[in-house]
Each structure stands twice: as C-alpha cells, then as structure tokens.
Nanobody, 118 residues
Framework: QVQLVESGGGLVQPGGSLRLSCAAS????????MSWVRQAPGKGLEWVSD????????YYGDSVKGRFTVSRDNAKNTLYLQMNSLKPEDTAVYYC???????????WGQGTQVTVSS
C-alpha cells in the first residue's frame, strides 16, 4: 500500500532553516510528480511546491519562492523540502502529496509540524 511519511519538522527561530523529508513506499516513486502542501493554524490548505517525476522541474508558491527548495532522490524514494529564512507565517503542518493519474492528489502523508517562533 502507498505510504508517505514526513519527518524533519520542529521548532525553529525566525531566520532559521529546516529540511523536511518524505519517505515514499508502495508505488513507483520515480514515475510521479510530488508536492508539498501546508496548512497553517485556522487556515485552509496552501500549495507550497511541486517537483516533476525526474526532479528537473520545480515550482513554488509566491510566499516561499526564493526561500524554499524542493528536491527528490528517486534512488531513495524520498522527497525533500529545504526551508531557509523561515518566517513566523511559515508555521504550519507540512504534508507531502502524490499526484494522481488524473487531476489532484491521491495520497497524502500524515504531516509534520513546523513552528517558527522566537
């Protein structure tokens, strides 16, 4: 069965960095685009970043562009999100999601909490 397991979240001061990981299993990881999506307290889901199946094309939301970097290691079936220059407004639960064969996502991880606070 498909599993997506995020890790790497935590408490960090403004201006700090974190690296999130998403370990994937149960499907051919290298065949699918992957995404990061976040949900801040009391708010809806916000798309953060996409990476295509090969890792050569990446896309970012305006709020994180220039600060976050998405990457993947298809040999390790792992998706990453390097987050630099973190701001309090980046506080959220971060989810990795697998793009489905149609539109949208068909599987999500359980999420990892990122808190940016002094």
């Amino acid at each position: 069965q498909v599993q997506l397991v995020e890790s790497g979240g935590g408490l960090v001061q403004p201006g700090g960095s974190l690296r999130l990981s998403c370990a994937a299993s149960g499907f051919t990881f290298s065949s699918y685009a992957m995404s990061w999506v976040r949900q801040a307290p009391g708010k809806g889901l916000e798309w953060v970043s996409d990476v295509n199946s090969g890792g050569g094309s990446t896309y970012y939301g305006d709020s994180v562009k220039g600060r976050f970097t998405v990457s993947r290691d298809n040999a390790k079936n792992t998706l990453y999100l390097q987050m630099n220059s973190l701001k309090p407004e980046d506080t959220a639960v971060y989810y990795c999601a697998k793009e489905g064969t149609g539109a949208g996502y068909d599987y999500w991880g359980q999420g990892t909490q990122v808190t940016v606070s002094s």
